[in-house]
């Protein structure tokens, strides 16, 4: 597994966004992704480059946690990553909402992933990091399937 492919990818963006997945794949220790994950927490912690993610990322992080009624994980999960260095949550507007009807209609995804593309273009992020295909039909994002660095 070479970080290469990740390092290349996030150098050629001032922002990039990060899909659920991602999070969720450094949460849980993911062993085929955790060198990835691991090192893009790592540089975002070193201000090596700023990311941004959907608010809905945190609803689809916490379902777990509240399914299963561990109020220590939805508190460790919040608290951790709302005060995490050089990632910003952008909470959902009108304007977000527009233009992923927009996305999901011009490109069949689903209401979240088009939620996190929109978030993604309207906090001017010009890259994703994800490994769900589905973003590569949204040609204003440069997507960086984590599948294609293993």
């Known amino acids: 597994m070479a970080i290469t492919p ?53 609803t689809e992080l ?6 299963y009624h561990d109020l220590e994980r939805v508190n ?3 608290g951790l990553l709302l005060s ?4 910003e949550w ?5 304007q977000i909402a527009v233009r992923a009807a927009e ?3 011009n490109h069949r995804l689903l209401s979240p992933d088009a939620l996190q593309a929109a978030t993604a273009l309207h906090a001017n992020a010009t890259g994703l990091v994800t490994n769900d295909p589905v973003f590569k039909r949204v040609a204003e994002l ?4 984590l599948d294609d660095c293993v």
């Open 90 to 94: 952008i909470p959902g507007t009108l």
């Open 6 to 58: 990740l390092r290349a990818f996030v150098s050629k963006h001032r922002r990039i966004a990060i899909d659920t997945c991602t999070f969720i794949y450094q949460w849980e220790a993911n062993a085929r992704y955790s060198p990835f994950t691991d090192w893009i927490f790592s540089s975002l912690e070193q201000g090596d480059f700023i990311a941004v993610t959907s608010t809905i990322t945190m």
């Open 142 to 145: 440069d997507v960086l399937l």
């Open 62 to 67: 916490l379902v777990h946690p509240y399914r």
């Open 103 to 105: 996305i999901r209609a």
């Open 76 to 78: 460790e999960l919040a």
């Open 84 to 87: 995490y260095p050089n990632l």
